[in-house]
């Protein structure tokens, strides 16, 4: 059964500072993960996907994937109040997304 | 471009009865999966299906059931509720094709939560 492990969190993190959302997963041979943000009572909606070691960034987001230690995580620059959301992990499974459970992050002004 | 519709929004059954659940990809989408989101176990994946073949399932009983349409549209099928079906249903489209491993990420709809009584 492959899996994708997250911290539930919370994690809190004061206004403008730098969170960071962790995510291990246990398929080896996994090549495309992606985060989602959710905010309560709401879908999922995709913040970004990656698939090559190393970092990408998207405006105040990085995702970093080390394919050798098997993780993925997610960086949120300048942290926002508005940013107070669940954040999913999935990683790709043939025709499927498998989800973590969830990072709940919390900015607090 | 329009999102991926779901409907209804709620819905209110008791046990025992059937439900069934629709939803609209995004246009040019011919991929649609079904997930199901409950506090304890997250998101927890249905099945996919793609020019109305079901090429995945997940491990859910067979009163879970679904389909596809040749416009893409997709209908999901709960028999018997039970209890434990109470959950929000999320359904998302793709542009996935055969052999695109990479990308194509999932673009969920607003979801249709079923309470069943």
């Known amino acids: 059964q492959k899996e994708v492990e997250q911290n539930s969190g919370p994690l809190s993190v004061p206004e403008g500072a730098i969170a960071s959302l962790n995510c291990t997963y246990s398929?080896?041979?996994?090549?495309?993960f992606f985060w989602y943000r959710q905010y309560s009572g709401k879908s999922p909606e995709l913040i970004m996907f990656i698939y090559s070691n190393g970092d990408k960034e998207d405006g105040r987001f990085t995702a970093q994937l080390n394919k050798a230690s098997q993780y993925v995580s997610l960086l949120i620059r300048d942290s926002q109040p508005s940013d107070s959301a669940t954040y999913l992990c999935a990683v790709k499974d043939t025709d499927k997304l498998i989800f973590g459970t969830g990072t709940r992050l919390q900015v607090f002004p | 471009k329009a999102g991926v519709t779901q409907t209804p929004r709620y819905l209110i059954k008791t046990r025992g009865q059937q439900v069934t659940l629709s939803c609209s990809p995004i246009s040019g989408h011919r991929s649609v999966s079904w997930y199901q989101q409950t506090p304890g176990q997250g998101l927890q994946f249905l099945f996919e299906y793609f020019s109305e073949t079901q090429r995945n399932k997940g491990n859910f009983p067979g009163r879970f059931s679904g389909r596809q349409f040749s416009n893409s549209r997709s209908e999901m099928n709960v028999s018997t509720l039970e209890l434990g079906d109470s959950a929000l249903y999320l359904c998302?489209?793709?542009?996935?094709?055969?052999?695109?491993?990479?990308?194509?990420?999932?673009?969920f709809g607003n979801g249709t939560r079923l309470t069943v009584t």
């Open positions: 398929d080896r041979g996994s090549q495309s």
């Open positions: 998302a489209s793709s542009s996935h094709r055969q052999g695109d491993t990479y990308n194509s990420p999932l673009h």
